[in-house]
Nanobody, 118 residues
Framework: QVQLVESGGGLVQAGGSLRLSCAAS????????LGWYRQAPGMQRELVAT???????NYADSVKGRFTISRDNAKNMWYLQMNRLKPEDTAVYLC????????????WGQGTQVTVSS
């Protein structure tokens, strides 16, 4: 079992920056995929960024060059650095772990609100 808690959301003006954090309780294993997703009101949840263990990253086209996913192994945490924020980045951001061994499992945090004002 993995429990995830996000923090770092808030209100920021367009062009500003925020860093989201995800704290995991329980071990993160080789083969897990760590991720950030977001969901805006009335919209489907969408992938923002993922990081494999040992560290391959992937980003949605809409955030490439602006957002960076990173991990602190020692603290069992990962982050989403968001720069040059746009109003369309407004959403609830959720961290996620996908595990494929020994069973396929998905773990989600409760989400943190990011609001970007124009």
């Amino acid at each position: 079992q993995v429990q995830l808690v996000e923090s770092g959301g808030g209100l920021v003006q367009a062009g500003g920056s925020l860093r989201l954090s995800c704290a995991a309780s329980g071990s993160i294993n080789h083969g897990d995929v760590l991720g950030w997703y977001r969901q805006a009101p009335g919209m489907q949840r969408e992938l923002v960024a993922t990081m494999t263990i040992p560290g391959r990253t992937n980003y949605a086209d809409s955030v490439k060059g602006r957002f960076t996913i990173s991990r602190d192994n020692a603290k069992n945490m990962w982050y989403l650095q968001m720069n040059r924020l746009k109003p369309e980045d407004t959403a609830v951001y959720l961290c996620h772990v996908q595990r494929t061994w020994p069973t396929f499992s998905n773990y989600w945090g409760q989400g943190t609100q990011v609001t970007v004002s124009s």
